[in-house]
């Protein structure tokens, strides 16, 4: 069973959550965003990824705008469940940008990566990256990749979310929300693809956005 959660930002009590103690070796947990457990390779850090390294299940995430892009880049490129991948560990996979996944029979199409909000404040290649938006040659092979596929796929697992739902929490909570040129291309992605549920984590709360759209932070959602 496929389940999903939001962005943990490397909290290794995040784990401790009773529903994860049920998954066995047979579960796959996808985390929309900010995994975090790659960030400065402190002893603590490394700690937490080993503890992460002992679950039965597999963790697999998309990126978000807090990871250590140097990191990530560290890994080979690995060819995992039908995409492209980096594997951090024999049960942590990074799902790379502009691909498609296969769990438990069903299509997951990843798009990591997003804008910060905090730019102008962190430091660049310490705690931020220019990498944190997808370029061009990514958001052009996640258009190739939907096209083969026939424009349709189950789920669609991203960080940042379509325009239309960054516009709807805006309207619904007052929020000073900015639209970015993903979201723009995501909200283009969504009116040519045909997909079951979409999941994202970049806005930090769990709230349906409507029935085939969901932002998730703190839930753990199992997928139908």
């Not at 060819?79 to 049960?91: E, L, M, S, T």
Request: charged share 25%; proline share 2%; net charge neutral.
């Amino acid at each position: 069973m496929v389940y999903i959660t939001g962005d943990v930002h490397g909290d290794i009590s995040f784990f401790k959550n009773p529903q994860l103690k049920k998954l066995t070796e047979d579960d796959t947990l996808i985390i929309c965003g900010d995994f975090g457990f790659l960030w400065d390779g402190s002893s603590k850090e490394k700690k937490a990824l080993a503890a992460l390294k002992k679950k039965k299940y597999t963790i697999c995430f998309v990126d978000g705008v807090h990871e250590n892009f140097d990191m990530l880049g560290e890994y080979r490129p690995y060819r995992y469940k039908g995409g492209n991948a980096h594997k951090i560990a024999d049960n942590i996979y990074h799902l790379s940008r502009g691909e498609i996944f296969t769990f438990d029979k069903k299509t997951f199409f990843c798009m990591g990566g997003g804008e910060s909000d905090d730019a102008d404040m962190r430091i660049p290649g310490r705690t931020w990256w220019k990498e944190e938006m997808p370029n061009a040659e990514e958001l052009l092979n996640g258009a190739k990749v939907l096209k083969e596929a026939g424009n349709k796929v189950d789920y669609i697992i991203t960080y940042e979310a379509p325009a239309i739902a960054k516009d709807f929490i805006r309207l619904h909570t007052n929020q000073n929300i900015h639209i970015t040129t993903l979201n723009t291309y995501l909200q283009e992605l969504m009116k040519s693809v045909e997909y079951n549920h979409w999941y994202f984590g970049s806005l930090h709360m769990d709230l349906n956005i409507s029935k085939k759209m969901t932002a998730v932070f703190n839930e753990v959602i199992k997928t139908r």
